[in-house]
């Protein structure tokens, strides 16, 4: 976990107003994104992020979180199947709802690992495969926005994906 996440959780434990909203901040586009792959509407995404952070809120207490961003990935997969479940009801059928959960489930696990390993990157290398692949710079804006070479991004980012390689393919086979 990086040091912000780890300041804003301790920040949250202690009920400050302005860690919650800098969390808040921080990650409501993402997991709004994340939303978007089970939910159509975007009021739906909303209704259900807004109960994550709530929940969060509410348990902020007893809170023991590893991961901010893969704690808050995973609660709002489960956000998202209540909606879905809430939708529809017609859905009885337990056993299909067990293989479905399963499925879903096991996919929210990988993605959850996922950013787990990319979370354990070292702090410059995480920064810099964040901003090119989920912020969408190129190199050479990275290189300019950090004031370091174009040739170190390009290194960091091969590194990063190194790394995550290798910690993935052992996933892969454990989900198999």
């Not at 969060?56 to 979180?65: K, M, P």
């Not at 300019?144 to 070479?149: C, F």
């Amino acid at each position: 976990m990086t040091a912000g996440d780890q300041l804003l959780i301790q920040g949250l434990k202690s009920g400050d107003e302005r860690s919650f909203q800098l969390l808040f901040d921080q990650y409501y586009e993402l997991l709004i994104s994340y939303a978007a792959k089970y939910l159509d509407s975007i009021d739906e995404r909303r209704e259900v992020i807004q109960r994550v952070f709530i929940r969060l809120f509410e348990r902020r207490d007893t809170l023991d979180i590893q991961s901010l961003k893969s704690y808050l990935l995973k609660s709002t997969y489960n956000g998202c199947i209540e909606e879905l479940r809430r939708q529809k009801p017609f859905l009885d059928n337990r056993e299909t709802d067990r293989i479905e959960d399963t499925d879903f489930i096991e996919q929210a696990e990988r993605e959850a690992e996922i950013w787990k390993a990319i979370d354990e990157l070292p702090q410059k290398c995480h920064q810099i495969f964040v901003m090119n692949r989920f912020e969408g710079l190129k190199n050479q804006q990275i290189a300019d926005k950090l004031g370091i070479s174009k040739r170190t991004v390009e290194t960091q980012i091969s590194i990063a994906l190194k790394t995550l390689r290798e910690k993935l393919l052992s996933l892969l086979w454990f989900f198999g």
